[in-house]
């Protein structure tokens, strides 16, 4: 109870009689197979083998598993963020619809592929070797965090498309589909690890879905289906600023990144708040 109140989450392990209100109050109480009844009925898990190694495993597939879905939150919220504020501010000013229903559509589908696979994706050691909290107001300061930094560069597209490409309105719907995608496409790889983008290698199915939808995504303005969806052909030099607005992106993100999950790691452990 001590070590409750102190922000730790306890298991419990214990097979007698003595060992029931224990394996009560604890967030999870283990026994085994050959303990008492009043022991089991107590227990939240029952192991079936004498094998602790089990316990082990599973506290590392519960963190992978926490972690991927930290990964998943972390996007989604930051990603809906930003284009909620982006879409809102383009139709302000704009004389027409900044993406067409159709294509809002399309973009939501392409960039929930690879996030489909986060699930798969590999996770650091470091993530596994210690256990991480859910930190409400950490997702909220993160979402609004990355979600400003998406809005500040899909406006730095909106004034490259308009004031120095000089792009028609088609063009502009294209452009500004091209990159919200490859933005949120390449995003992923960014915040799915604390480490730097290039230490740390991201699982293979995530990897192969990014690249597959990326390129994709490029191709598509230059396809008959594009053209169904309103997409236009872009000229080579609208594809050049699109790719370097995209790794600005992505260089001003991991410097956000690093900044922030720095700043959780340090006060993670002191800050925990005890579950429910």
Do not use: C
């Amino acid at each position: 109870i001590a070590l409750r109140k102190a922000g730790h989450v306890v298991g419990y392990l214990g097979d007698g009689i003595n060992d029931a209100a224990a394996l009560h109050a604890a967030d999870v109480g283990i026994s085994v197979d050959g303990a008492v009844d009043v022991a089991k009925e107590a227990a939240d898990i029952v192991l079936l083998r004498h094998d602790l190694g089990v316990l082990a495993r599973g506290v590392r597939n519960g963190r992978v598993t926490f972690a991927n879905t930290l990964k998943y939150v972390y996007i989604t919220t930051s990603a809906n963020f930003g284009n909620m504020f982006s879409m809102a501010g383009a139709s302000l000013f704009l004389p027409f619809l900044p993406l067409l229903p159709k294509q809002i559509l399309l973009n939501n589908f392409l960039s929930d592929l690879p996030a489909l696979t986060i699930a798969t994706d590999s996770v650091d050691p470091e993530q596994v070797m210690r256990p991480h909290q859910w930190d409400q107001r950490f997702i909220r300061r993160y979402m609004i965090a990355f979600g400003l930094v998406s809005s500040v560069f899909d406006y730095l597209t909106f004034g490259a498309l308009l004031w120095f490409l000089n792009a028609s309105e088609s063009q502009f719907q294209t452009g500004w589909f091209v990159e919200s995608l490859m933005t949120e496409l390449f995003i992923v790889l960014v915040i799915r690890t604390h480490r730097s983008l290039f230490r740390s290698r991201p699982g293979r199915i995530l990897t192969i879905a990014t690249l597959v939808v990326a390129g994709t995504t490029i191709l598509l303005p230059y396809t008959p289906l594009g053209a169904i969806f309103g997409l236009v052909p872009l000229p080579w030099t609208f594809m050049l600023v699109l790719v370097g607005i995209t790794g600005l992106y992505l260089l001003t993100s991991e410097i956000v990144k690093r900044v922030m999950f720095a700043r959780l790691d340090r006060y993670e452990f002191p800050k925990m708040a005890p579950h429910s």
